[in-house]
């Protein structure tokens, strides 16, 4: 199984979370931090990620 997270933008980078539950080990979870640099990506792609990262806080904020 794996859970991914969106963490957020920081400095230029936006940052996930990933997690994997171990085969061997139900309660084991590895997990992993991946990052985008926001000048690599397509400037279409940049806009809705940036959109619905705002869209995602503002929901959180919400509860």
């Given at each position: 199984m794996?859970?991914?997270?969106?963490?957020?933008?920081?400095?230029?980078?936006?940052?996930?979370?990933?997690?994997?539950?171990?085969l061997?080990n139900?309660?084991?979870?590895?997990?992993?931090?991946?990052?985008?640099?926001?000048?690599?990506?397509?400037?279409?792609?940049?806009?809705?990620?940036?959109?619905?990262?705002?869209?995602?806080?503002?929901?959180?904020?919400?509860?």
């Amino acid at each position: 199984m794996h859970l991914s997270e969106y963490l957020g933008e920081k400095d230029g980078r936006f940052y996930l979370r990933r997690k994997s539950m171990s085969l061997l080990n139900k309660n084991k979870w590895n997990e992993e931090i991946w990052y985008a640099i926001a000048e690599d990506l397509e400037p279409a792609f940049l806009k809705k990620l940036r959109r619905e990262a705002k869209a995602w806080e503002e929901l959180k904020s919400d509860r």
